[in-house]
């Protein structure tokens, strides 16, 4: 056994069934006491709702992280976002500018304050209106030269975050950082939105057996052998998907 950089997805991956994420969290601790393993969580929620999940769930006090769609990485319980993470995402970043271009669109209504962050800046959206505001804003964005992707899931709701951030590229970020090769790092996911922690790089990856048809359908489109699709749900998928790869006992 040796330490591992273990990233997971919060919502219906590590947590989804209180009994198996106990026994989950068992393992990582005593793996992190022994071995010095890495827990971090990678989440599209802010660090508002974040903090709710952690009290209510009793989840472990990770190493790292990720917030906001991977625009933020938080370190060893530090209130501030990783400042050389920042850096990279800055180019092309101008939140004001973003956000004077958007008010001309009508249909896009600004999410509240606490989802709105340094950078990214959520709106509600009504699918009916999408297609059409999407592809204007978007090209308005570009004539202004501003460096965003945007990103719009639910059927309503639309985020702009700088093109060079993804929650896979904050893994990429933290395992050079913390000089973790691919073959030690495990990313667990279970729907669309963690399509980015699989696709970067030759880490190992757990999809759990709850996971959803979009993330379903894009490992059979790109199939291989880093990647392991689990029969058990949440927690326990994790923990059968770790032993298949050797990580756990
Ligand atoms: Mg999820």
Redesign the pocket.
Known sequence: MTQFLFVT?????LVGDDKALAQLNEHLQQHRQEYGTKIVYA??RSPILYQELKEQKNLLEPDALILAVGTEIYTHGSPTPDPDWSQILSPGWDRDLIVSITANFPDLVLQPDSEQRLFKVSFFLPQLAAATVLRKLEADLHKSNLNVKLIYSSGQDLDIVPRSSDKGRAVQFLSQKWEFVAEKTVVC???G??IALFAVGVGRGIIVGNA?PELLQWHNENPNDYHYLAKNVCASGIIEGLKYFGFLR
């Open positions: 997805d919060l919502d219906n991956t989440t599209g996911g279970d729907s939105n963690d959803r």
